[in-house]
């Protein structure tokens, strides 16, 4: 099978300096070999997470975009039916216990997006979002975009037909910033030309109004998520301004679900992060992550940390940790 020219055009650009292999947590465990890929040995993306940092690091050519086109295509990965029927890439999740989001519809000032993994899997985490963005002024109506075709399968898209799908997916949001709680969302959305930000940023810019909220007495740490890197500074600022204190860790991949590799970077996390009363998580898929390891560190997503300054803490109690 002959691949897209615009992956070869990648690959051929690569110079095989190997700094993909010296940051890619799944290399160092004896999993993917994102050099080998790109030098035509596409068996090599076995074992890759996706997580982007490959490309955080490359100056010649995006060794990322390359791996998930090839995880794609190794593994034979289709858009699921179920996108198809439901424009998610998972099905809604049974019903919770939990009152519906407290949206203020046309007269809001943003619309927040709540992707797959919330709407599927941790539906509470919405509430949190409208909870933490009113907190600081900032009212929120919902806008249902359906997937952002960040997931692997949709690589077996063209990039045009990816466009095309968040497009449509935001045509509703009547010139008001998009708002989300998963980084893959923000990053894809955006990338798109679609004006749209991760709920980090829209509380970086109200700081004031969350230092004025009660403090929280925790001693906490963050890890924003592997496509949260760049907003590392604005996610401790948010953290710092909630009144918690943060225990300084190093900050890297939850793993996602890759036998095998994934075991041992959460063993690394838990054992990184001993002694703190939570750790702080910017994305849908590291919250599910974290609060699925049987007696591990308590996770918190950032909209809930902001929440429960203002005394909100519903969501907790469908925490596992």
């Not at 289709?78 to 099905?91: A, K, L, M, S």
């Not at 963005?133 to 960040?150: I, N």
């Not at 929280?216 to 600022?237: A, S, W």
């Amino acid at each position: 099978m002959e691949h897209r020219k615009d992956i070869v055009g990648l690959m051929n650009d690569c110079i095989g300096c190997g700094e993909c292999n010296v940051v890619c947590p799944s290399y160092n465990r004896g999993g993917c070999d994102p050099m080998a890929v790109l030098k035509g040995d596409e068996s090599k993306v076995k074992g890759c997470i996706g997580c982007g940092g490959c490309s955080e690091v490359c100056t010649y050519t995006d060794p990322w975009k390359v791996m998930m086109y090839m995880n794609c295509h190794v593994n034979g990965l289709e858009v699921p039916q179920v996108f198809r029927d439901t424009g998610y890439h998972i099905p809604k999740g049974a019903d919770i216990d939990i009152p519906p989001a407290d949206y203020y519809d046309k007269c809001a000032d943003v619309y927040l997006a709540p992707g797959c993994l919330v709407n599927g899997v941790v539906p509470f985490l919405e509430n949190a979002g409208v909870r933490a963005l009113d907190a600081v002024g900032m009212f929120a109506d919902r806008l249902d975009t359906g997937c952002c075709t960040f997931p692997v399968h949709y690589r077996s898209m063209t990039d045009e037909e990816r466009d095309s799908i968040k497009r449509e997916g935001t045509k509703d949001s009547d010139g008001k910033k998009v708002v989300t709680l998963c980084p893959g969302c923000s990053n894809e959305f955006a990338s798109s030309g679609i004006d749209c930000i991760h709920i980090v940023e829209a509380l970086h810019s109200n700081l004031e109004a969350i230092e004025g909220l009660v403090d929280l007495d925790m001693k906490v740490c963050i890890q924003p998520g592997c496509h949260l890197r760049h907003l590392e500074k604005e996610f401790r600022d948010v953290v710092e301004a909630t009144g918690a204190t943060i225990v300084d860790a190093p900050i890297g991949c939850c793993g996602k679900v890759v036998p095998g590799i994934s075991e041992s970077i959460m063993e690394e996390r838990q054992k990184d992060m001993e002694g703190a009363d939570a750790v702080i998580v910017g994305c849908p898929s590291c919250f599910i992550r974290y609060d699925s390891y049987e007696n591990g560190i308590p996770v918190l997503h950032i909209s809930e940390l902001v929440a429960m300054c203002t005394g909100y803490e519903e969501t907790l109690r469908f925490h596992r940790n």
